[in-house]
């Protein structure tokens, strides 16, 4: 079980480039998460997905920021145009129904010049 | 709207001491808590859980206490070692109807000094 894979673990990009942030959750994990982590805010959910389909967006910043999951194996989290107050530590998760707890990835590292 | 707290963002323990760490929940369907450890440049990772239906979960050094008429749960570390030092964040679900969903505290850093 080689665990969530998040890519690339850095990312340093200019102000209004497009970013894509990318994941691959655990084989079997049936629910997707997508957190950002701040000081400010702490982990802050910003969508997440059961079963490949969007349960919950309200999280998701602004329109700049959008997220799919084509199908169960892969997610990405985009940002268009990227804002400097969009650098933060973006993780991804899975876990199966039942709620018995998250397997997070490593995180990527945005950060927006 | 926050409905769980971590409402000490930071705890400085000795080596050996016991560390205690606090959260605070508002949801009364909560039933399943948990708590991550993470470390600077990793993921947040499982350390210990609790069911509504107990007041106490143990695993070795690290016990969980539940008090559900306080809404309130608490991670002892016994004793603490330098090794502990990371941020702590307190979880709970209502693994009912939320899909898997966990509400996050802030989390608490906490540092160990020898």
């Known amino acids: 079980d080689a665990g969530v894979i998040q890519s690339p673990r850095h990312e340093v990009t200019e102000m209004g480039q497009e970013v894509t942030l990318r994941c691959k959750p655990i084989?079997?994990?049936?629910?997707l998460f997508w957190y950002r982590q701040t000081m400010m805010r702490g982990l802050e959910l910003l969508i997440y997905f059961n079963n490949n389909v969007p349960i919950d967006d309200s999280g998701m910043p602004e329109d700049r920021f959008s997220a799919k999951m084509p199908n169960a194996s892969f997610s990405t989290l985009k940002i268009q145009p990227s804002e400097p107050r969009d650098s933060a530590v973006y993780f991804c998760a899975s876990s199966k129904t039942g709620g018995y707890g998250y397997t997070f990835g490593s995180g990527t590292r945005l950060t927006v010049v | 709207d926050q409905q769980v707290k971590q409402n000490s963002p930071s705890l400085s323990v000795q080596e050996g001491r016991i560390s205690i760490l606090n959260c605070d929940y508002t949801n009364s369907m909560f039933d399943y808590f948990l708590w991550y450890k993470k470390y600077p440049a990793e993921g947040p990772t499982f350390l210990i859980s609790?069911?509504?239906?107990?007041d106490k979960n143990e695993d070795g050094r690290f016990t969980v206490f539940l008090n559900k008429s306080a809404k309130h749960l608490s991670l002892h570390i016994v004793p603490s070692q330098p090794g502990d030092s990371a941020v702590y964040f307190c979880a709970a679900n209502d693994r009912g109807s939320t899909l898997g969903r966990l509400y996050f505290g802030r989390g608490t850093q906490l540092t160990v000094w020898p």
């Open positions: 084989s079997g994990h049936n629910s």
């Open positions: 609790i069911s509504s239906i107990k």
